[in-house]
């Protein structure tokens, strides 16, 4: 069957491509040459990775008319190259070294590699990777480095109850969190000198009063001055974590004001709340025309399944692959969230749940809340509206339903005969 094909234009006419080092950048232009279109000009030159030599880079660009200018994702040493182009008015392309790997058995070395991914660039054999603009990147420092304070606070958090068991408290086998206002006030008298476990116990607040006789029981260890040492430290870096962490709240609320129409929206999506919306944002943005459809989203995101086709077979897991995991953590958790809700998506997820497990169930309903908020977020008009937790019975063929029914209570032995309802 013959289709018609809309392929673009072969040849950039005027492309530049950057092999990016700590030190060195390596950069290859290729432009027509002159009084003859058909052949090309190539100049390789070596730059440092200092603000003044990359200025002169830039501008001898500009000069050359470079149209597009590409550069591998390496590391993070990219990052100042490609804003310094941005801001210089430039098209930089931040691009997989998976697609410009070098075939086999040519020899590598920088020049090679930035006059190969030049070549590779001119062609348009290339796909931009997203970056997003200024705002949203800067919201992206703020949101990452809040999910890695969390994180270190909970591994601070890990050595407090290791060092308790160190000491024979036995505080976590009572309390839920340890690190409430009970566990907070007995650990501070712990470290104060108090040993006695009827005077602890009676620290306890609420709820806790009712476990005293636990309590004397879990608190009857060899707590010494070496324990109280390290669990000043690690307490006092609890503290000061959650000190950080409410900083960066607010810096995270001012960076959110030009957004908060697009993270009121995301809101009202079971299972994201503001801190989860605000984390979206930073990953994905609010321009939803880089994604042309919620399928480009999901798949940018590695929540669609790999196609692995050959000789009119699928091969492999269909394994989603490895996406963007500050987007797929907060996914995950959102899906779970959802999962406990009373709407569509809780459904969905127990539905999942019950025939192929929690992590399908998880990456399925992830998928779904990716699929919502690129509505929302490609019409600022747009509302979420729950479908509602019976959809799927509603939508479900009765008959399919009943004989299914039938099925199973035939495969336990009974023999069934169906009466209308009057």
């Given at each position: 069957?013959?289709?018609?094909?809309?392929?673009?234009?072969?040849?950039?006419?005027?492309?530049?491509?950057?092999?990016?080092?700590?030190?060195?950048?390596?950069?290859?232009?290729?432009?027509?040459?002159?009084?003859?279109?058909?052949k090309?000009?190539?100049?390789?030159?070596?730059?440092?990775?200092?603000?003044?030599?990359?200025?002169?880079?830039?501008?001898?660009?500009?000069?050359?008319?470079?149209?597009?200018?590409?550069?591998?994702?390496?590391?993070?040493?990219?990052?100042?190259?490609?804003?310094?182009?941005?801001?210089?008015?430039l098209?930089?392309?931040?691009?997989?070294?998976?697609?410009?790997?070098?075939?086999?058995?040519?020899?590598?070395?920088?020049?090679?590699?930035?006059?190969?991914?030049?070549?590779?660039?001119?062609?348009?054999?290339?796909?931009?990777?997203?970056?997003?603009?200024?705002?949203?990147?800067?919201?992206r420092?703020?949101?990452?480095?809040?999910?890695?304070?969390?994180?270190a606070?909970?591994?601070?958090?890990?050595?407090?109850?290791?060092?308790?068991?160190?000491?024979?408290?036995?505080?976590?086998?009572?309390?839920?969190?340890?690190?409430?206002?009970?566990?907070?006030?007995?650990?501070?008298?712990?470290?104060?000198?108090?040993?006695?476990?009827?005077?602890?116990?009676?620290?306890?607040?609420?709820?806790?009063?009712?476990?005293?006789?636990?309590?004397?029981?879990?608190?009857?260890?060899?707590?010494?001055?070496?324990?109280?040492?390290?669990?000043?430290?690690?307490?006092?870096?609890?503290?000061?974590?959650?000190?950080?962490?409410?900083?960066?709240?607010?810096?995270?609320?001012?960076q959110?004001?030009?957004?908060?129409?697009?993270?009121?929206?995301?809101?009202?999506?079971?299972g994201?709340?503001?801190?989860?919306?605000?984390?979206?944002?930073?990953?994905i943005?609010?321009?939803?025309?880089?994604?042309?459809?919620?399928?480009?989203?999901?798949?940018?995101?590695?929540?669609?399944?790999?196609?692995?086709?050959?000789?009119?077979?699928?091969?492999?897991?269909?394994?989603?692959?490895?996406?963007?995991?500050?987007?797929?953590?907060?996914?995950?958790?959102?899906?779970?969230?959802?999962?406990?809700?009373?709407?569509?998506?809780?459904?969905?997820?127990?539905?999942?749940?019950?025939?192929?497990?929690?992590?399908r169930?998880?990456?399925?309903?992830?998928?779904?809340?990716?699929?919502?908020?690129?509505?929302?977020?490609?019409?600022?008009?747009?509302?979420?509206?729950?479908?509602?937790?019976?959809?799927f019975?509603?939508?479900?063929?009765?008959?399919?339903?009943?004989?299914?029914?039938?099925?199973?209570l035939?495969?336990?032995?009974?023999?069934?005969?169906?009466?209308?309802?009057?």
């Amino acid at each position: 069957m013959l289709i018609e094909s809309h392929d673009e234009e072969q040849i950039i006419s005027r492309v530049a491509a950057l092999d990016i080092g700590k030190a060195e950048v390596v950069c290859c232009v290729r432009i027509p040459a002159m009084g003859n279109r058909r052949k090309r000009m190539q100049e390789v030159s070596t730059h440092t990775t200092m603000t003044r030599a990359l200025t002169e880079l830039a501008n001898h660009l500009v000069e050359s008319g470079v149209e597009r200018v590409v550069m591998e994702a390496t590391s993070d040493y990219w990052k100042p190259v490609f804003y310094l182009l941005e801001a210089h008015g430039l098209d930089p392309w931040l691009v997989n070294a998976r697609d410009v790997k070098h075939l086999p058995g040519r020899p590598k070395t920088d020049v090679l590699d930035a006059v190969w991914l030049c070549k590779v660039a001119e062609r348009q054999m290339l796909r931009p990777s997203f970056v997003p603009p200024r705002p949203i990147r800067q919201l992206r420092d703020l949101t990452r480095y809040r999910v890695d304070l969390v994180g270190a606070r909970g591994a601070e958090k890990n050595r407090v109850e290791k060092l308790l068991e160190d000491a024979c408290i036995k505080l976590s086998v009572v309390a839920s969190d340890i690190f409430g206002v009970s566990g907070r006030e007995m650990m501070a008298a712990l470290i104060a000198g108090e040993r006695d476990p009827k005077v602890l116990a009676q620290l306890a607040r609420s709820r806790m009063r009712a476990k005293i006789g636990l309590l004397e029981e879990a608190l009857s260890g060899h707590f010494d001055d070496h324990h109280a040492f390290l669990l000043t430290r690690m307490l006092g870096r609890i503290d000061a974590i959650d000190a950080d962490i409410a900083a960066v709240d607010e810096q995270i609320e001012a960076q959110l004001v030009p957004f908060a129409q697009a993270a009121a929206q995301l809101d009202e999506i079971p299972g994201i709340g503001p801190v989860a919306a605000a984390i979206i944002l930073a990953e994905i943005g609010v321009d939803m025309s880089r994604f042309p459809t919620a399928g480009h989203l999901c798949s940018w995101a590695k929540f669609s399944p790999g196609v692995h086709s050959s000789a009119g077979k699928s091969k492999g897991n269909g394994s989603t692959g490895h996406g963007n995991r500050y987007l797929a953590r907060v996914l995950g958790e959102a899906a779970v969230i959802a999962g406990r809700t009373d709407t569509f998506l809780g459904a969905r997820y127990r539905r999942i749940a019950r025939r192929r497990g929690k992590k399908r169930a998880i990456v399925a309903v992830g998928r779904s809340i990716l699929i919502i908020v690129w509505h929302l977020l490609s019409d600022e008009n747009a509302a979420f509206a729950d479908l509602g937790a019976d959809h799927f019975t509603r939508h479900l063929d009765p008959d399919r339903r009943k004989h299914s029914h039938i099925r199973q209570l035939e495969a336990l032995g009974y023999s069934v005969t169906l009466t209308p309802a009057a």
